[in-house]
């Protein structure tokens, strides 16, 4: 055999799996598995096998610090229309928080997220002079996680999918099942139209510039309607149960039974 034959023949002891062709199917995957357990991680189980929707939003505590700034800035504005007032009273009770989760001990970046979340929607409105502009950073922010939702759902990776998989233990198996591949779209469809639907009452109401309003708005439909969300795409997404099959064991015993019976009115009959 030339050297030009045997160097254009496959090595027989290549393992398939380190084929540059199996490469990027492995490196998506390990994206993705990193992805789901990044995502999941604020996810959990309740004791009869429900999401945990209060966990789901960051507990009792995460809706009071996320809501509490804009109350404070919403019910101040409304009373006196002094735009610094309230977004002093937005940052104070944002700082507040933050001192007390650095006192008990929780990690300086984590203790500052929520500050610079409203830091930076204050700036927004100081900035303009216009109350309404403290909420468009959120108009923003949706707006980025509508264009996530969209394009995992264009590339056949739900992101819900990726969340729910996790605390379900099916790893990336549901992408080889068709049914419950359509379940997760399905459910990361449910988030994404809430979301739209967020849009499409508050910008209104924001070019409106009606402050009272859009304040309301955007706190009913934050938390409360990303918990409905989360519960509707759980239901829709959940896997069909098994049938249960039957007791072999019991099954035995009515077959014995069965066969016992004519054997006695056969015996009744000789007698």
Same mark, same amino acid.
């Given at each position: 055999?030339?050297?030009?034959?045997?160097?254009?023949?496959?090595?027989?002891?290549?393992?398939?799996?380190?084929?540059?062709?199996?490469?990027?199917?492995?490196?998506?995957?390990?994206?993705?598995q990193s992805l789901s357990a990044s995502m999941?991680?604020?996810?959990?189980?309740?004791?009869?096998?429900?999401?945990?929707?209060?966990?789901?939003?960051?507990?009792?505590?995460?809706?009071?610090?996320?809501?509490?700034?804009?109350?404070?800035?919403l019910v101040l504005f409304t009373v006196t229309k002094? !735009?610094?007032?309230?977004?002093?009273?937005?940052?104070?009770?944002a700082g507040v928080f933050t001192l007390i989760r650095l006192v008990q001990g929780s990690k300086l970046v984590s203790a500052l997220t929520g500050l610079v979340?409203?830091?930076?929607?204050?700036?927004?409105?100081?900035?303009?002079?216009?109350?309404?502009d403290y909420f468009v950073v959120g108009f923003w922010t949706n707006g980025v996680y509508i264009l996530a939702y969209l394009l995992s759902m264009l590339v056949r990776w739900p992101l819900m999918g990726l969340i729910f998989a996790v605390i379900r233990g099916e790893a990336l198996s549901w992408r080889q099942n068709p049914v419950r591949l359509r379940q997760y779209m399905l459910a990361t469809w449910i988030i994404t139209v809430l979301m !739209?639907?967020?849009?499409?009452?508050?910008?209104? !109401?924001?070019?409106?510039?009606?402050?009272?309003?859009?304040?309301?708005?955007?706190?009913?439909?934050?938390l409360p309607l990303y918990a409905l969300g989360v519960?509707?795409?759980w239901r829709v997404s959940a896997p069909e149960e098994a049938p249960v099959s039957e007791d072999p064991e019991a099954l035995d015993a009515e077959e014995t039974?069965?066969?016992?019976?004519p054997g006695e009115s056969e015996s009744s009959k000789n007698r």
């Open positions: 055999m030339s050297a030009e034959q045997s160097s254009t023949q496959p090595d027989p002891n290549a393992n398939p799996a380190t084929s540059p062709a199996a490469d990027p199917a492995r490196e998506e995957n390990q994206l993705a999941g991680a604020n996810m959990r189980r309740t004791a009869n096998g429900d999401v945990d929707i209060l966990h789901a939003i960051g507990g009792w505590r995460g809706l009071v610090e996320s809501s509490l700034p804009a109350v404070a800035f002094e !735009l610094n007032l309230s977004l002093i009273a937005a940052l104070a009770a979340g409203v830091a930076i929607c204050a700036f927004a409105a100081y900035r303009t002079g216009n109350a309404s !739209l639907l967020r849009l499409a009452v508050q910008v209104p !109401l924001y070019f409106a510039d009606n402050v009272e309003a859009l304040g309301a708005t955007r706190l009913i439909m934050g519960w509707l795409a039974e069965v066969t016992e019976v």
